[in-house]
Structures are given as C-alpha cells and as structure tokens.
C-alpha cells in the first residue's frame, strides 16, 4: 500500500507534464531543429546548414540593434511595472469605503484586448489625436509619440505597462490579503512606521509573489509583438525592433524560416537567463 502511494504525486502531475511536453518541450525542439536548416516559407530549396543561421544572424547589425533595444526596453519595463503593480496593490488594498469601486477601475485595462488597446492608444497619440490636441491646447508642442525614434520605444513601454500593472496588480493585492493582519498590528505595538512596516514585513512576506511576477513579466515581455506589429511594424529607425517582432520579420515578411527560428532560440536562450538570474537575486530563505 506504502509503495502505491508513492507514485499518487507521480500520477497526479502526468496530466500537467503531457501538456508540458505537447505544448511547451516538443516546439521548442522542433523549432530548434528548423534553426538548422534553411527555407522558405513555400518549404522549397530547403538544405541542412548547421549553424549557419546563427552564424548568419550574428553577423547581421540588425540583429544587435534589435537586442540592445530589447535589453532597454526589458530593463525598465520589468522593473516599472513590477513596482507600479505593487504600489497601486497597496493602495487599494486600504480598508476605506468604497475601495471596490476604485479596484474595479484599476482592473478595467486587463479586461481590454491587447490588440484593442493598443490601436485605441495609436489613435489618441497620433499626430492629430486627442492627446497631442489636449496639449496643444495647454500651448504645448505636439508630439510624435510613434513616430519619433527618442519616443517610440518608452511610448510603448507606457502602453503596455498601462495593462501589465493592473494585470500584476491582482496577484500583489491577493499576496497582501494573504498576510495575517495580526503581523502588522504586532509591528505597530512595537512601534514600527508605516514604511518600516512596509520594508520590514509586507515586502518580505512578498517575496515569493515579488519573484513570480518578476519573472513572468519578463517572459511575457520579452516576447511581445502585437503592439508593436500594430504601432510601429519596429520603426522608427528600428527603434521598437524587438527580437520577437524582427524574429517575425525575417520568418513571415522576407521568408527566412531558419533565420527566424535561429532567432526563436536565441531569445529563449535569453529568456531562461534571464529568469535564472531574476530567480537567483530574489530567492529566500526556503523555511
């Protein structure tokens, strides 16, 4: 009986490793292997070349170009994001009344198509827009918002970070509703100010949710392409040039296959550094 009841844990988790395996392990392996080849998209002339395609990518400056602005852009949009999420859980998470209403607002933007919002965000910044209006009428110079190679790349990081922090927002206010309350009146006897409680207890408490949100966050964002795709096509100047959006470049609009999934695996190979590193500076004390 002992024996059975050891592979329970085993059998519950084969659902989960199937889908793993399907959906996540088998592309990625499948995708490699196409990085080794070269073709088209009709599959013609298709010819095994190694790795010639990372070796064709690294030469090309465009690629570089589209890696130092993916790196600027994952250095403060993960960061921004992160903090204003938390900072807005905090703020609605006060006892106050009529807090749900101002919740329900905040949630507002997750409830909104990505793709939704990003035109509805082309139309209020464009040149004519409403927002280059409202700041003319404040006599302010218009803006190019989109079209400006200074101010495509943190436009973008605006709009996507107008969704992603009222989508982590969720996970920090369910994190900080979590914490026994008892803990923070304990604190205050001891006489600790509102920020030494927030420093001191809230962000340790926070530090499993801080991690899973900093780490998806970078995952989501480092394969953004919609709004990109919809504002940008990567212009100005390949300002907004991700590697997700320049990987679908070269695959889908001049039919490079194998230099797209070449692409693919740098940016996974990236991605996995990247949360290792985020997992190693937040980790905890594992009790």
Do not use: C
């Not at 040039?241 to 996974?268: F, H, K, P, T």
Request: net charge positive; aromatic share 12%.
């Amino acid at each position: 009986m002992k024996r059975a009841e050891r592979w329970i844990p085993y059998v519950l988790l084969l659902p989960a490793l199937i889908l793993l395996l399907v959906f996540y392990i088998l592309p990625a392996l499948a995708g490699f292997g196409e990085a080794l080849y070269t073709s088209n998209l009709s599959r013609t002339n298709r010819a095994f070349v190694g790795f010639g395609n990372f070796a064709h990518i690294l030469k090309d400056p465009t690629f570089w170009k589209s890696l130092r602005v993916t790196v600027v852009f994952s250095l403060v949009v993960n960061p921004l994001q992160t903090a204003l999420a938390l900072a807005l859980a905090v703020l609605v998470n006060q006892r106050v009344r009529g807090i749900a209403v101002f919740r329900s607002i905040f949630l507002f933007p997750v409830v909104i198509s990505l793709n939704i919002t990003s035109t509805v965000w082309g139309l209020l910044l464009h040149q004519g827009g409403l927002v280059n209006g409202i700041l003319v009428n404040l006599g302010l110079p218009r803006q190019p918002f989109l079209r400006s190679p200074g101010q495509a790349l943190w436009t973008i990081i605006g709009i996507i970070s107008w969704v992603g922090v009222s989508y982590w927002m969720m996970f920090f206010l369910a994190g900080l509703q979590g914490v026994p309350q008892a803990v923070y009146e304990a604190a205050a006897i001891d006489g600790a100010s509102a920020w030494q409680i927030f420093t001191r207890v809230t962000l340790p408490l926070l530090r499993r949710v801080i991690a899973f949100v900093l780490v998806a966050d970078t995952i989501i964002n480092l394969f953004l392409f919609a709004p990109v795709w919809i504002l940008t096509r990567g212009g100005p100047q390949l300002s907004t040039n991700l590697l997700m959006y320049d990987a679908y470049r070269r695959g889908v609009v001049w039919g490079d296959l194998g230099s797209m999934a070449a692409m693919v695996i740098v940016l996974l190979f990236i991605t996995s550094a990247a949360v290792a590193m985020e997992f190693f500076v937040l980790r905890g004390d594992r009790e």
